[in-house]
């Protein structure tokens, strides 16, 4: 069993910065794709960023309303990722969940992710 924790979140203003961590605990030797996903009130759940592990280097994708804003990246010795959020906007303030999954380059949608943490907030103001 894998327990993943995220922390980071707060109130910034519109272009602020913030940097989300996420730690993975327990049975990790699997888990080989990390993703940040989100959602706000009323909204579906949406994902961010998600990284994939491999041998050759992994893989990195972010959703088109945070590419050149967000940075997700991982720290394997520590089993920890990290979220970067650069130039943020009202329209980020969410509940920020970060998730870990086993299907490597196929994790792609919240459904291939294993586990999930409590989520952390994010609020951006005008």
């Known amino acids: 069993q894998v327990q993943v924790a995220e922390s980071g979140g707060g109130s910034v203003q519109d272009g602020g910065s913030l940097k989300l961590s996420c730690v993975a605990s327990g049975y990790t030797a699997n888990r080989n794709c990390f993703g940040w996903f989100r959602q706000a009130p009323g909204k579906e759940r949406e994902g961010v960023a998600i990284?994939?592990?491999?041998?050759?280097?992994?893989?990195?994708n972010y959703a088109d309303s945070v590419k050149g804003r967000f940075t997700i990246s991982q720290d394997q010795a520590k089993n920890t990722v990290y979220l970067q959020m650069n130039s943020l906007k009202p329209n980020d303030t969410a509940m920020y969940y970060c998730a870990a999954g086993h299907y490597g380059p196929w994790c792609r949608e919240a459904t291939d992710f294993d586990d999930w943490g409590q989520g952390t907030q994010v609020a951006v103001s005008p």
């Open positions: 990284a994939t592990i491999s041998t050759s280097g992994g893989t990195t």
